[in-house]
């Protein structure tokens, strides 16, 4: 017999309104504190890209057994307020990241697989099923957000590469393209930005990769055209703009860690208990929500899918 768990978290759909329901009125007034020039949605200029034959795929069925017990983050403010450092250390790069060309977008897939490969994002696309799920988000920073994510889960496309049984992680990294990306000029990070998980995080059921967000395409600034979803971990872990997939039996190294291994670890799991060496993680601001704050939770509440993965790795540091 099959019985529904409703977890802790999980609260009738009514309740978690999507954003783009709300007037477009109500929208613009959020955004009234913001320069008037940024009133025209990034999200606005996605969906008009002619050239896009992705954009009828949107808005993607809601996949109802993720929920969350808050309000989604406005479009507006979700949309421009950004960590992408490819584009500039503030939070304001939404309108520099839109010099990103995002077609054609060529993805790598290499190291312990069946037949390394060159795909196009469009043929990626072609392969997944595509769904919308609302996940809360986390950045190490201590401050959150409820977004619809639209893309696929991980699992699938980690089956679609054909991994060997010795791919113990999964690595992946961001574009390169200095000319465009002002912060990729700036030598002392270790551009491009990598992160990675382990075989068995990417395989669980919450990994995503998103190639939409409030049901359309994901804008240049949230990591168009794909990028990583990891609901439990902090935000840094889901990089964005993602060009290449590595199988290795290896732990990879990524971006922040390199820059800083004391303060930004590999699993980097959210645990409100285990402050960062700069600042306690008890509590999160809310963004677009008055300065409202809200005690953190573990795994950012995701535990009953997440925390077993963990059950052989206590001797690690499991939180960033
Ligand atoms: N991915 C890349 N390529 N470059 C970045 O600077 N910043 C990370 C993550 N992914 C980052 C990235 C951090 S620190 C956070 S908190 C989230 O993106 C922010 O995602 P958002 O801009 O969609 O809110």
């Not at 168009?224 to 290449?244: D, E, H, M, S």
């Not at 800083?260 to 600042?279: C, D, L, Q, S, T």
């Amino acid at each position: 017999m099959l019985i529904k768990r409703t977890r802790g978290w999980e609260i009738p759909e009514r309740d978690a309104t999507p954003e783009w329901a709300y007037s477009r009125r109500h929208v613009l007034a959020a955004g009234a504190g913001l320069a008037a020039s940024s009133l025209v949605s990034p999200l606005d200029a996605a969906a008009q890209t002619p050239a896009d034959p992705n954009a009828a795929l949107y808005p993607a069925m809601r996949n109802m057994r993720y929920r969350v017990d808050r309000d989604i983050t406005e479009e507006k403010i979700a949309t421009t307020y950004n960590n992408y450092y490819e584009f500039g250390t503030s939070k304001t790069i939404w309108q520099a990241a839109q010099k990103l060309p995002l077609r054609p977008w060529q993805v790598k897939i290499e190291g312990l697989v069946e037949s390394p490969r060159t795909v196009d994002f469009d043929d990626i696309m072609k392969a997944m099923k595509l769904e919308e799920r609302v996940y809360r988000f986390r950045c190490v920073e201590a401050w959150a957000m409820t977004v619809p994510w639209t893309g696929f889960p991980l699992a699938s496309f980690v089956e679609w590469c054909k991994p060997l049984s010795g791919a113990k992680y999964l690595q992946m990294e961001t574009f390169s393209n200095p000319a465009v990306a002002s912060g990729q000029r700036a030598s002392w990070y270790p551009w491009p930005y990598t992160e990675g998980l382990a075989i068995d995080e990417a395989m669980n059921e919450l990994a995503f990769i998103a190639t939409g967000i409030y049901g359309k395409p994901v804008p240049a600034q949230q990591g168009a055209p794909l990028r990583l979803i990891t609901p439990w971990k902090y935000g840094f872990k889901q990089a964005k703009a993602l060009v290449r997939f590595v199988f290795t039996d290896k732990r990879p190294s990524t971006f922040w860690q390199t820059l800083g291994e004391r303060e930004y670890g590999f699993w980097a799991n959210i645990n409100p208990k285990v402050p960062h060496p700069r600042w306690s993680q008890a509590s999160e601001e809310l963004i677009g929500a008055g300065g409202k704050r809200v005690p953190t939770q573990i795994f950012n509440g995701y535990g009953d899918f997440v925390a077993s993965l963990y059950d052989n790795r206590q001797n690690e540091r499991l939180w960033a």
